[in-house]
Every structure is written in structure tokens, then in C-alpha cells.
């Protein structure tokens, strides 16, 4: 890796957690604690190292593609890397901010499509960056069977 790449992955590693500390600020609390969850609910615990994993790992994935921008096709993967950034972080001020629990379900989805989208995309631009996305659309489908379990439980 040339070093007059790094301070373009630092800047993917600053927009994720920033991303990541924005979702953060809404923490699940007492209300989360008193809400009914399935029986596949992974502990609190589990949360923070699985999303600080996934947030570095799309870090590096947009960060692979960004060194490619000038391909055809790059710029708009980028963008759809941007958009499913956004629902990305809208989930947590829905669900933990505003405890609606339904809107957070449907935000869900539609990162799941905005993800899904953004992982084909990397992969026609850069296949490892696509592969880095994997764990995260895994992560993702697993919320939302998790966010529509309690969804239909409360």
C-alpha cells in the first residue's frame, strides 16, 4: 500500500465511526431491557465488538473502491456506499432514540437493499471490497429478523 493512499483510508475510517459514534449516542437503556426479544437475542455485550468490526471492514471496502474512482462504475458504488451509510445510522436514533419499533424494521430493509446493492456494486469494481461487505449484509439480515421478532412481540 503507497502511503499517499493512508490519509484516504483514514478519512473511510473517520466517516464510518463517525457513523458508528452517532449510533452509539442512542444506547439501549431500560426500555430495551423491559421490551420482550426472542430467545436468539445475542447479549448487549456482543454488540459493540461486531459492529466495530463491520464498521472497519466497510471502512476498507469503500476505501478500496475509492482508490479506484476513476473506473466506470466506481462513482456510483460509492454512492450507494454513502446512502446505505445513512439509513445506516438513522437505525439507531429510530429504534433506541425514538422506540419505534416499526419504522426502525422498515429502515432496516431498506438497508438491506441499499447494502445489497452496494456489495454487487463493489464487486464489479473490486472483488475483496465486496467480500468485506459479506459479514456486514450477514449482520444486517440477522437485525432484521430480530427487529421484526420484537416488532411482533410488543
Not at 63 to 72: E, L, S, T, Y
Not at 121 to 133: D, E, I
Request: net charge positive; aromatic share 18%; with cysteine.
Amino acid at each position: 500500500m503507497s502511503v499517499s493512499r493512508l490519509p484516504s483510508l483514514f478519512a473511510w475510517l473517520v466517516l464510518c465511526f463517525a457513523v458508528a459514534a452517532f449510533g452509539a449516542w442512542f444506547t439501549p437503556g431500560e426500555w430495551y431491557a423491559a421490551i420482550d426479544k426472542p430467545p436468539w437475542t445475542p447479549p448487549n455485550w456482543v454488540f459493540g465488538p461486531a459492529w466495530t468490526t463491520l464498521y472497519a471492514m466497510m471502512a476498507v471496502a469503500a476505501w478500496m473502491v475509492w482508490c479506484r474512482r476513476d473506473q466506470p462504475g466506481a462513482p456510483g458504488a460509492l454512492g450507494l456506499f454513502l446512502a446505505q451509510l445513512i439509513v445506516n445510522a438513522l437505525w439507531s436514533w429510530l429504534f433506541f432514540g425514538l422506540h419505534l419499533i416499526g419504522l426502525a424494521l422498515l429502515d432496516l430493509l431498506l438497508l438491506w437493499v441499499l447494502l445489497l446493492a452496494t456489495l454487487i456494486a463493489f464487486f464489479r469494481q473490486h472483488r475483496p471490497a465486496g467480500w468485506l461487505l459479506v459479514p456486514y449484509l450477514l449482520w444486517v439480515s440477522y437485525a432484521v429478523s430480530l427487529n421484526g421478532a420484537i416488532w411482533v412481540l410488543n
